[in-house]
């Protein structure tokens, strides 16, 4: 079992950043790869962005040049630090693991998820 815990969402301003910490803990394994997708009210629950092991990333078409996504191995910490965050951004952040080496982009090639973390843009 691998447990998954978020940090870092809040309320900021169009224009601001925010970076949001996902705390891997449990049998994380060497060779997973780990995910961020976000789910606003009423929507489908959407890919943002996803790292390798090794550091390979692939991004959503809406957050590329503004959104990147980093990993800490000696930490089991992923990252999403986020820039010139506008309100259609809002939305609960969450962060999602999968033992395997390739990168995926859909939330059903996930197994394990966090609780999810609230980030909020105001206009």
């Known amino acids: 079992q691998v447990q998954l815990v978020e940090s870092g969402g809040g309320l900021v301003q169009a224009g601001g950043s925010l970076t949001l910490s996902c705390a891997a803990s449990?049998?994380?394994?060497?060779?997973?790869?780990m995910g961020w997708f976000r789910q606003a009210p009423g929507k489908e629950r959407d890919f943002v962005a996803a790292?390798?092991?090794?550091?390979?990333?692939t991004y959503a078409d809406s957050v590329k040049g503004r959104f990147t996504i980093s990993r800490d191995n000696n930490k089991n910490t992923v990252y999403l630090q986020m820039n010139s965050l506008n309100p259609e951004d809002t939305a609960v952040y969450y962060c999602?693991?999968?033992?395997?080496?390739?990168?995926?982009?859909?939330?059903?090639?996930?197994?394990?998820w966090g609780q999810g973390t609230q980030v909020t843009v105001s206009p």
């Open positions: 790292i390798t092991w090794i550091g390979g990333s």
């Open positions: 449990g049998r994380t394994g060497n060779s997973n790869t």
């Open positions: 999602a693991s999968r033992n395997y080496r390739n990168i995926a982009t859909s939330r059903y090639e996930y197994t394990y």
